[in-house]
């Protein structure tokens, strides 16, 4: 599903319209690319939450355990449990001792499942080289705007 703009310059009110189009089109294509990690799967939205939890503090090298992992999800530590039991069984994660706490373990995402992996990762790639195709000003107005688009969506905005 391609975003088409229309050609030329838009006025202010075309272009709000526009970006408010172009973000419900994202929101909708990561609808689309979660359902079908869901039916390939079987994987909960809560399951695929935790995953990219996990999978983005590993990018930023900040090891996630169980009690990180449920105040990020908002679960009780049972339920966290469960969790990662039933992600564990599918080779989405693996519990890994604490590089410097014996008594610790720390959680590490492995891909979210193989038959998902593909579509998902080939879109992450085509999105890779798109950022990578920003200019630093151009990357700093997206990232500006992109934060403030998540604080503002959030339920507890106001």
Not at 24 to 47: F, S, V, Y
Not at 74 to 92: A, C, F, I, Q, Y
Not at 115 to 141: H, K
């Amino acid at each position: 599903m391609a975003v088409t703009r229309t050609r030329g310059p838009l006025n202010r009110d075309q272009s709000n319209a526009e970006i408010m189009r172009a973000l419900l089109l994202c929101r909708n294509t990561d609808i689309a690319m979660r359902r079908h990690i869901r039916a390939e799967t079987g994987m909960g939205d809560t399951d695929i939450l935790a995953v990219d939890y996990l999978r983005d503090q590993h990018s930023q090298h900040q090891p996630v355990g169980p009690k990180q992992l449920a105040s990020h999800l908002g679960l009780s530590s049972p339920s966290t449990t469960v969790l990662l039991d039933r992600l564990e069984k599918l080779g989405s994660v693996e519990r890994m001792p604490h590089p410097t706490d014996r008594r610790a373990l720390t959680i590490e995402a492995r891909d979210i499942a193989p038959s998902a992996t593909p579509s998902r990762e080939a879109a992450e790639v085509r999105i890779q080289r798109l950022i990578e195709q920003l200019s630093a000003d151009d990357a700093a107005v997206v990232l500006t705007f992109l934060t403030s688009l998540v604080d503002a969506a959030q339920p507890d905005a106001d």
